[in-house]
């Protein structure tokens, strides 16, 4: 049977960051792509994305803040998901730099948003892929689809989410972690550390990326999922 395939997108991010995995998937997964742009908690961004979802039971992948949402996910129904992908996040709770860092980006918004959106490019990519324009103009135009408002929204979700490291022990469904080697937002030592936390997890790293694998390397990335789509146990 084709898994239904539900795909949680990070912060700006919306359903074409995911096109080029949903195009090389093609027939292997029924792909679809959830709207993280509507509440401003964690907890009720997993519920629109429980409203969201296929009937019955499904392959969740979240990235970056997605992934927070699959988490929490993972917590209110994990009789639902049948499977799971974790592209560059990590468990842990935002830490007092990161949650300045987040209000300042909110405050510079209000006056300047398309300052925003140059600001977080820079830790986006890796250093080789800020020279191509598509790659940069994919950013830019789901930064500036999603807006400021969302923006605040999400944000202020990523900076209440708890600390996931202790429940990282009750996920028993198919895991695949991934991170980039070149990622500055999410380091290769917080996504081991997430692959240690899960029964039989898989830990995929990916060369000559920096935060934004399923756009910067989408050949290599569907080279971690076809496999994780087909695996039958953890």
Not at 6 to 14: C, S
Not at 60 to 86: D, I, K, N, T
Not at 102 to 131: G, N, S, Y
Request: negative net charge; proline residues 6%.
């Amino acid at each position: 049977m084709t898994p239904n395939l539900l795909f949680l997108p990070g912060l700006l991010e919306d359903a074409e960051v995911f096109q080029p995995l949903i195009q090389g998937l093609g027939p292997r997964a029924i792909s679809s792509v959830a709207d993280l742009t509507r509440s401003g908690t964690i907890a009720a961004l997993a519920k629109d994305v429980l409203a969201q979802a296929p009937a019955g039971t499904f392959a969740l992948a979240g990235h970056s803040m997605g992934g927070y949402v699959a988490l929490e996910v993972m917590r209110q129904a994990p009789e639902r998901v049948e499977r799971l992908a974790l592209l560059q996040t990590n468990a842990r709770p935002d830490s007092p730099e990161s949650t300045e860092n987040r209000r300042r980006l909110m405050a510079l918004a209000e006056r300047d948003f398309p300052a925003v959106i140059a600001t977080l490019m820079q830790k986006l990519l890796a250093p080789k892929h800020l020279q191509d324009a598509h790659l940069t103009g994919t950013i830019e135009s789901m930064a500036l689809a999603i807006g400021k408002e969302a923006f605040a929204r999400q944000q202020e979700a990523i900076i209440g989410r708890l600390d996931s490291r202790a429940f990282l022990k009750d996920i028993r469904c198919p895991t695949l972690v991934l991170a980039g080697v070149e990622d500055q937002i999410m380091p290769l030592a917080v996504l081991k550390e997430l692959a240690d936390g899960i029964a039989g997890a898989r830990l995929t790293v990916i060369e000559d990326c920096g935060h934004m694998a399923a756009i910067e390397q989408p050949d290599r990335v569907l080279e971690a999922f076809i496999p994780w789509l087909e695996r039958t146990t953890t």
